[in-house]
């Protein structure tokens, strides 16, 4: 099978894995998040209802950046996305990521959409692990020297 085709069933699958615990309602709709690489958009789903309730893109004739195939175009989308949120009414969402890694851009959307007021995700990141250094070296333990192996005769 072509490796293409081979990618886009294995996107196809992440997709469903992803979709099969998210549901939008009115008091929470469903954030499906597209990018491209030019541009990303964003919609705010009823699945109920089968409706857009708002939508914001880099691609719109009031988008703020004329290009979004980058962190701060997917930024000014989540802002955008949030005050259309907040006008309506809406102030928690289901965030769904399709088929992407919640990296980069999608990333940067999500909490920009979250800052902006519209709750889709948690905001604290995981602090990378480092090893501590002991605050006095004094206090550390000496390391043991080794002592010479006895020479044999």
């Given at each position: 099978?072509?490796?293409?085709?081979?990618?886009?069933?294995?996107?196809?699958?992440?997709?469903?894995?992803?979709?099969?615990?998210?549901?939008?309602?009115?008091?929470?709709?469903?954030?499906?998040?597209?990018?491209?690489?030019?541009?990303?958009?964003?919609?705010?789903?009823d699945d109920d209802?089968?409706?857009?309730?708002?939508?914001?893109?880099?691609?719109?004739?009031?988008?703020?950046?004329?290009?979004?195939?980058?962190?701060?175009?997917a930024t000014a989308?989540?802002?955008?996305?949030?005050?259309?949120?907040?006008?309506?009414?809406?102030?928690?969402?289901?965030?769904?990521?399709?088929?992407?890694?919640?990296?980069?851009?999608v990333k940067a959307?999500?909490?920009?959409?979250?800052?902006?007021?519209?709750?889709?995700?948690?905001?604290?990141?995981?602090?990378?692990?480092?090893?501590?250094?002991?605050?006095?070296?004094?206090?550390?333990?000496?390391?043991?020297?080794?002592?010479?192996?006895?020479?044999?005769?």
């Amino acid at each position: 099978m072509d490796a293409q085709k081979l990618k886009a069933r294995r996107a196809e699958r992440r997709k469903f894995r992803v979709r099969r615990f998210i549901h939008g309602t009115a008091a929470a709709p469903r954030l499906s998040v597209n990018r491209s690489n030019l541009h990303i958009s964003a919609q705010l789903i009823d699945d109920d209802a089968q409706v857009t309730l708002a939508s914001a893109s880099t691609k719109d004739k009031d988008a703020e950046v004329k290009y979004g195939g980058n962190v701060k175009g997917a930024t000014a989308v989540g802002k955008k996305l949030a005050e259309k949120a907040k006008a309506k009414g809406i102030a928690v969402a289901v965030f769904d990521r399709g088929d992407y890694r919640f990296h980069g851009r999608v990333k940067a959307l999500a909490r920009a959409a979250t800052e902006g007021g519209l709750v889709c995700t948690g905001l604290k990141d995981e602090p990378k692990k480092v090893k501590a250094a002991p605050a006095d070296p004094k206090a550390a333990k000496p390391k043991a020297e080794k002592k010479p192996a006895p020479a044999k005769t």
